[in-house]
């Protein structure tokens, strides 16, 4: 163990017992001298690194940012107080991470005690986003949602129609698109996914937008498809999706596209689907996004 770093970790031989639940105070001040001691020596490359060999890299990069902008908040009630919001949850996740690589690194047991800290605080690793999907089906139909895409640059537009007719989730539809060559088989892109809870099986590829993907897509796209911009998310356009194949080809058939329902061991009955169902779709998918000047 290196010099300066021994007297740190023996100090957390009581820090179980300094948190037992009929301590109200929460983490021991021994607990968060420590952390603030070690944080004071660390390598931040080291955790960087850590970081970026278990996890996406766009995803270890945010996450390292948060951490190293915001590790002073970790048992702070600034933390406590901060507005409930998507950045908030993202930066207790950062921390969240940080402390866990502290107990890998140091044998430490801070990661459990700043759950134990959140817990006793009510911080919440989640936050509830206002979006009340059946008023916004009212303002924002299909018809109006194409116009709007029309009238993004015709990158953007193109693929924020990619979006709407495949239904993927933003991330899946990047990955998609950028691999739509190798993907795409006679108007049918085969997936199967799995990331944890969230599937993807297998989707139509409209004929007209499968002639002009001559070109990859960047995160970029999220500056300008998002609610500030057009008034709706990228991921509201998967719900625009679901409500058309179901309402107008098949409910089934559109829980498999989406990957609500089927796994690899069915495509032997849905595929067959998919090809039976397959002009319908083209049909209904060409009808929509012909209303408007752009396809």
């Not at 037992?20 to 490359?45: K, M, N, V």
């Given at each position: ?207 007209e937008i499968h002639k002009q993907i001559l070109f990859t897509m960047s995160r970029g796209v999220y500056n300008y498809i998002n ?69």
């Amino acid at each position: 163990m290196r010099k300066g770093v021994e007297p740190l970790c023996i100090s957390f031989a009581g820090l179980r017992s300094a948190t037992a639940p009929d301590s109200p105070s929460g983490p021991s001040g021994s607990a968060i001298q420590c952390y603030e001691q070690i944080l004071s020596r660390i390598t931040w490359s080291d955790f960087e690194t850590w970081l970026k060999s278990t996890r996406h890299p766009l995803h270890a990069r945010r996450m390292f940012n948060l951490a190293y902008k915001f590790h002073k908040l970790a048992f702070n009630n600034e933390l406590v107080f901060m507005q409930v919001n998507r950045t908030r949850v993202e930066i207790i996740k950062s921390l969240a991470l940080l402390t866990r690589f502290l107990d890998v690194k140091y044998d430490t047991f801070l990661h459990e005690q700043f759950t134990l800290w959140m817990k006793r605080k009510e911080v919440k690793w989640t936050c509830k986003t206002v979006s009340n999907n059946y008023e916004n089906s009212k303002t924002l139909t299909i018809d109006k949602v194409i116009q709007m895409l029309n009238k993004l640059p015709i990158r953007y537009s193109i693929f924020g129609k990619f979006v709407l007719s495949t239904g993927l989730r933003p991330e899946e539809s990047l990955r998609a698109f950028n691999n739509h060559s190798n993907l795409c088989k006679n108007g049918i892109m085969e997936l199967f996914w799995d990331r944890g809870t969230k599937k993807a099986n297998s989707v139509y590829c409209h004929p007209e937008i499968h002639k002009q993907i001559l070109f990859t897509m960047s995160r970029g796209v999220y500056n300008y498809i998002n609610k500030k911009e057009l008034g709706f998310e990228l991921r509201y356009l998967r719900k625009l999706n679901f409500t058309i194949n179901a309402t107008k080809i098949d409910p089934l058939l559109a829980e498999w596209t989406q990957g609500r329902r089927g796994n690899i061991s069915q495509r032997h009955y849905f595929l067959p689907m998919m090809n039976e169902h397959k002009d319908k779709w083209n049909k209904i998918w060409r009808s929509l996004l012909n209303n408007t000047n752009r396809i």
